[in-house]
């Protein structure tokens, strides 16, 4: 547990010196209070139009953003001190590799974790105190699940991020993997699934189950069912026959949090020095 | 003397016919080898000879495909984070760090890592003459100390056994005295240390035997001395003030020796370990003779003559005899490109 905490103490230290949890920290609170702001441009006024619109941009942000942040933060976390010399130096050293990559992955899921919380808290406190109409309560309990449910997303995509790291031969292999990864995940099955939705007539029963399939998506069903919208689009309507137990979805997340951390430290005790 | 015969507290390592094969090319082949315990062994050898892959097998980096070894009586390779690693010191080949930390954060963060008091970082950047710049960032660090840094981590934790992979690379003269000064301490003390290298001269004084490597294959191995004898290889007399025809009035009187002009006037000869006494008491007889040198056969002469070797006779060394001799090349080959011709060479 002591070399545990050795090694993540390690990792977040890093996080702060490189800026990462200041740089991620920014971007998200910037952007929230963005979206905060100039909610209604898209209905042709200015400034907030209701906590439940806010809260459902913001967590598109997220969806957006914080899988490709986990990712950028992470994909060269093995095959980068691999390229880099240091491994070969700590494989000697008495710990286990997995001792070794879960002390790695703890120090930067509190980057991740601490950057998300700050940026969205900011983004949370201005909507509270600036806008007369948000109901305090009600901010605070959907910024909550918003965050929490963001945080598990980003470690996910970090989990991802190791098991890349943990197959990728070099830094490169592992950039464009990630990327190929983020695309896949946050864009593509999102399109698909759309697609599938317009495309299939009948027996459509499975398609929502679909959605489970995507650690993206288990985090907008999440949100979504803690928010309880009255917004239709094909998304939320296809949610509505999911599973939207906020303990169930995340259980889910937290699935995907663990199986990709699982085959990444299973593949990283595997992989030649 | 194998480890069979002797306690497993007396024999740190011990290789039982080691083949070690990874994607089709052979690493390591057939290595039979028994370090004791206190002793310091040289890997020498060309690169991709096999000395880095030997020091992973060590480590339990790498698992052989064939026989077995035992590093300080336990399977290297199953040893795996258990206590077996706290006695071990590696310095890897061009050691790296994390440019973003000082060297003192390096060592705290490393000394951590092997669980021991927080005291040895200083003790250890002392050791090795880095405490001036030790709150520096390693990216601004030379190479040289760098290594050193390298040096200090493999220290740490009081191992007992110390592989040092090309220690002295990078390192200006000075620094190389000091790695091959701290060798010494640490043998005094009883750790086992193997060392690999290229740089033959130096590590000529420090090491007790060599094994040198060649394609995986075991070259030779065994103490200098008798690896001289082994391949006769010749003594070097550096004479001032000698007859240019030195070695044809040498080889008149019997003592198959060979010439050449060394600089400054200085004639250089080269006659076999048993004929050397004679090939002296004949050199000094001449009247003109202002000086005169004598050199035992260098590391770099023998291992010039091993690599020599080995490509005459392919698989000369795994046949024949047992136990650690199965590993030398055999005596008729060093000796059949060994008897010094005469020649002169200007």
Sequence with gaps: ?273 | MTCATTSATTCAIAFDDVSLEHAGVTRLSHLNLEVKSGEVLGLLGHNGAGKTTSMKLMLGLLSPTEGSLSVLGQRPDRAGDSAFRQHLGYLPENVRFYPNLSGRETLAYLVRLKGRPMAEVDELLVQVGLEGAADRRLATWSKGMRQRLGLAQALLGEPRLLLLDEPTSGLDPAATEAVYATIDTLKARGVTVVLSSHLLPGVEPVIDRALILGEGKCLALGDLASLRERFSLPYVIEMRGAPQDLALRLVREGIPARSSLASAGRLRLEVAPEHRMDALRLCAGFQGLKDLEIRPPGLEALYRRVQGCSGSEPGNGSEGSSGSDRCQVSDEIGHSTAPPSVEETR
């Design chain 1, 1 to 273: 547990m002591c070399l545990l905490l050795t090694i993540a103490h390690k990792e977040f230290r890093d996080g702060l010196r490189h800026r990462w949890v200041l740089g991620i920290a920014v971007l998200l609170g910037v952007l929230a209070l963005g979206i905060a702001a100039f909610g209604a441009a898209a209905s042709g006024g200015t400034g907030f139009t209701g906590l439940s619109t806010t809260l459902i941009s913001l967590s598109t942000l997220s969806m957006l953003l914080i899988p490709l942040i986990a990712l950028m933060l992470a994909y060269d976390a093995i095959v980068g001190e691999d390229e880099g010399g240091t491994l070969l130096l700590l494989a000697t050293y008495p710990m286990s590799r997995r001792t070794w990559l879960l002390g790695k992955f703890m120090g930067h899921a509190w980057v991740l974790g601490l950057a998300t919380v700050c940026g969205f808290a900011v983004a949370g406190v201005v909507i509270a105190f600036g806008t007369p109409e948000a109901v305090l309560t009600e901010v605070v309990s959907g910024l909550i699940t918003l965050i929490v449910s963001s945080v598990l997303l980003g470690w996910s995509f970090l989990a991802l991020a190791y098991w890349i790291s943990a197959r990728a031969g070099s830094k490169q292999a592992a950039a464009s993997q990630a990327l190929i990864t983020w695309f896949v995940f946050v864009l593509v099955l999102d399109l698909a699934l759309l697609a599938l939705l317009v495309g299939v007539r009948q027996g459509g029963a499975w398609l929502p189950w679909l959605m489970l399939a995507n650690p993206a998506e288990c985090f907008r069903l999440l949100v979504l069912s803690a928010i309880e919208p009255h917004q239709a689009s094909a998304i939320t309507a296809l949610a509505s026959a999911t599973p939207r137990s906020p303990l169930l979805l995340m259980l889910l997340q937290v699935a995907w949090v663990l199986l990709p951390l699982g085959l990444a430290i299973k593949r990283f005790e595997q992989r030649p020095l």
